[in-house]
């Protein structure tokens, strides 16, 4: 967090104060229900090894910002990637007049007194480590994925880095500064035989200096896993077809819960009345072993943030309390017009981006069954560790996504590695078939990017090992 916001307007933007407070004073203040300023400074870095080469080094700065004025349930928005005070002037008139004329709304008092965290202060933030140090890191990565086996091909090693200093302001005079470090290393390796050549990826990352992946070798632990999963493919049988019992491993599985329910756990879905969750708090809406928590305060996560990005702090939300619904993920807009208060997940890409409600680490709670267990309880099913991508429809919960790693379970025991499976499914319906939740909670790597109305923002997934009863499998066995 920066301890004095309001310096970085001069020092980074090239604003004074009183050009700030003409600004808002004179364009917005007292005109609309709510309206802020959001300035942003972005410097990114991505370095790519590939065939032991490197294919790609970049470095990248962008500037710029947002006005925004809502005046009911109408936004206004506007941006400028030329920080100057006649276009945020020009900014603020534009966006006034497009909230201009909206139907009035009852205004809730909101408490936005929540002292915000310091979640990722760093030595040295990655973009700040040695150029040397990086490659050095990509190469070993590449050396230690091919040491994996003779069948691996093609490895490709990136490491990617940003630093984001944003800055938001009001005319009730909130400013709320804050510096955002994010890096990532990712591994994806190419394996062959006989003809047949098959993916496997990992990697991880989060609000963490360079020497996160060197802590006990982590880095190696990213390239192994990658080269593990593609020559376990080699060997896939095709996947069954039918209604089984499916059991969930922990961790990445968590993107099941993150794009089938959290969605739909979010404010601006629930408030127009589009989301299979609308109008359901207090209400049962899983099983009793489920609690799900939203939580954008875990020091160094991908998805965590001091503030979001209309200055609020985060917190730690329970959407999901032993099967009940307690609560939605809400920007200042929609707890406005819901009656709300708001939980600190307002959201945006960047400064050409209006806020939204958006999720920041999304888990469901440990339970207490021993995973070894829950797996010995099935009979006949499919055990899926990793995943791909996915489909969801909001408003229906309807799910459609594909297994990257998945195993048969024969008479309680992991078997035959299967290529091909999808799941198929309704969130809120899955829900209320979880039988059996482990003891094992684990949160993601940091890898994952959630896509929303055309904007992506970094987020944290988790879960423990779940069982769900009759969820339908396509599969490619004949």
Avoid at 35 to 56: H, I, N, P, Q, T
Avoid at 141 to 157: F, H, L, Y
Avoid at 175 to 198: F, K, Q, S
Avoid at 309 to 332: C, S, W
Wanted: hydrophobic share 40%; proline share 5%; aromatic share 4%.
């Amino acid at each position: 967090m920066l301890a004095h916001p309001e310096r970085f307007f001069e020092d980074r933007f090239g604003l004074t104060p009183s050009a700030m407070e003409r600004l808002l004073g004179s364009s917005l203040a007292g005109r609309v229900d709510h309206a802020d300023l959001y300035l942003e400074y972005r410097v990114s870095e991505a370095l790519v090894l590939e065939e032991g080469a490197v294919k790609k080094a970049s470095r990248h700065l962008s500037q710029g910002a947002g006005v925004r004025a809502q005046s009911g349930e109408r936004t206004g928005y506007a941006h400028t990637d030329e920080i100057s005070l006649p276009n945020l002037e020009e900014a603020a008139r534009q966006a006034r007049a497009i909230a201009a004329h909206a139907r009035t709304s009852a205004v809730v008092s909101i408490d936005r007194g929540r002292q915000p965290h310091d979640l990722y202060s760093l030595a040295e933030p990655p973009l700040a480590a040695d150029l040397g140090r990086k490659l050095e890191l990509l190469r070993s990565v590449d050396a230690a994925a091919r040491a994996w086996d003779p069948r691996v091909r093609q490895v490709i090693a990136s490491l990617g880095s940003e630093e984001v200093v944003v800055l938001i302001a009001t005319p009730s005079g909130l400013t709320v500064g804050d510096v955002r470090p994010l890096t990532r290393l990712n591994v994806t390796v190419i394996a062959e035989d006989g003809g047949r050549r098959e993916i496997g990826s990992h990697g991880g990352g989060g609000r963490v200096p360079l020497d996160f992946f060197l802590e006990a070798e982590r880095w190696r632990r990213f390239a192994t896993e990658a080269a593990r999963q593609a020559v376990l493919n080699l060997a896939a049988v095709d996947a069954p077809a039918g209604t089984l019992t499916v059991v969930l491993g922990p961790g990445w599985p968590g993107i099941l819960l993150h794009e089938a329910v959290g969605h739909g756990l979010e404010g601006d879905f629930n408030r127009k009345g589009t989301s299979a969750f609308s109008g359901r708090l207090g209400q049962k809406v899983a099983s009793e072993l489920v609690t799900v928590v939203d939580d954008g305060t875990l020091a160094n996560r991908r998805g965590s943030l001091n503030v979001d990005d209309e200055g609020t702090a985060t917190g730690r939300n329970v959407l999901i309390e032993n099967g009940i619904l307690r609560g939605y993920l809400q920007d200042l807009l929609n707890a406005r017009l819901m009656g709300m208060e708001p939980t600190g997940n307002g959201r945006r890409e960047s400064f050409a981006h209006p806020p939204m409600p958006r999720m920041t680490n999304t888990f469901m709670l440990a339970g207490q069954d021993d995973p070894e267990e829950i797996i010995r309880s099935v009979p006949r099913g499919l055990y899926a560790v990793n995943f791909g991508g996915g489909q969801v429809d909001i408003t229906s919960g309807k799910f459609v996504f594909s297994a990257s790693e998945a195993y048969l379970i024969e008479d309680g025991r992991v078997t035959a590695p299967v290529k091909g499976a999808t799941l198929i499914g309704n969130g809120p319906e899955a829900l209320t078939r979880i039988s059996r939740v482990g003891n094992d909670l684990q949160l993601d790597e940091g890898v994952g990017t959630c896509g929303k109305d055309g904007q992506s923002v970094p987020v944290g997934v988790g879960l423990p090992t779940i069982r769900i009863d009759g969820m339908t499998v396509g599969g490619t066995q004949v």
